[in-house]
């Protein structure tokens, strides 16, 4: 039986914006069907994400919607390229999570990624040999072809800190993850060395919570900040995996992310802190 086709996050957001325009219209799945000569089936599928969206269909969507603003248009013709154009991640679809994809489709959107890390060093910011420790204490039964897959995604995705236009990345890590011995002193070492040296990168600031600040924080988190026309995206830790969060929940994310950078060291702080642990090993 053929598995059901993967809905990624941006397919979603565009046909809950396709549906949003129907029925603020207040036309039914059938009369917007009948309308653009498509039956109401192949309407609930586009706006569930699960059918690729032609221009004929999104032009429907203007002329029996009434949109009519060039950049409300502009906005939804540039989701719909967005959801047809296949990503670099999409080699990996075998060996890793639906969400890791979204990850890294957020993450060559983003202007801005503000993360809060307090079970391991950020993604972005974990060298090869760190992350392979790190995946094989977290699943030490992982077979050798997807684990080399992850590392080989997970490296590929920080070239969203080099590229022309690079992302900003605001981290704030616990101060525990700079002594925790992942893959053992050499490793660590290693690591410790390239975290000092990304902080020397315009783009990117990382600042250290000190260990006796963490009581009642609740666990990590990352904030996206998007190019138009995409909103602004959270994504929680959860023992169940990742979730992602929108709209009102971002804003508590915000509000957290802000408080936590209050009682966070300086950057100076930060940056002398991880050469110290770094010169320790």
């Keep these: 039986m053929k598995s059901p086709k993967r809905v990624t996050l941006r397919a979603a957001w565009f046909g809950q914006a396709l549906r949003a ?51 409300d248009r502009a906005n939804l013709e540039a989701i719909r390229a967005d959801v047809a154009q296949k990503g670099w991640w999409e080699r990996y679809q075998r060996d890793v999570a639906s969400t890791l994809m979204d990850r890294a489709w957020l993450e060559s959107k983003a202007m801005t990624i503000s993360s809060f890390d307090i079970a391991y060093l950020p993604g972005l910011l974990q060298l090869p040999d760190y992350a392979e420790s790190l995946m094989r204490r977290l699943d030490g039964h992982v077979p050798e072809r997807r684990l080399q897959s992850w590392i080989e995604m997970r490296s590929e995705r920080q070239r969203v800190l080099a590229k022309h236009r690079a992302v900003k990345l605001n981290s704030i890590i616990d101060e525990q993850l700079l002594r925790r011995r992942t893959g053992g002193d050499h490793i660590m070492r290693d690591q410790l060395d390239f975290l000092v ?58 509000d957290e992310y802000a408080r936590l950078e209050e009682i966070c060291l300086p950057v100076d702080e930060s940056i002398k802190l991880m050469v110290a642990e770094r010169d320790a090993l």
């Design 21 to 71: 325009l129907r029925e603020d219209a207040k036309l039914t799945v059938r009369q917007l069907g009948e309308g653009i000569a498509r039956d109401g089936a192949t309407i609930s599928r586009v706006e569930s994400g699960t059918q690729p969206v032609s221009q004929e269909i999104l032009d429907g969507y203007f002329r029996h919607c009434g949109v009519k603003g060039a950049r």
């Design 197 to 254: 040296e990304a902080s020397e990168r315009p783009n990117v600031t990382i600042r250290v919570l000190p260990a006796d600040m963490c009581i009642g924080v609740s666990g990590s988190f990352e904030i996206f900040t998007l190019h138009e026309p995409y909103p602004r995206v959270g994504y929680v830790a959860t023992a169940a995996g990742d979730i992602c969060v929108e709209d009102d929940s971002v804003d508590e994310l915000a």
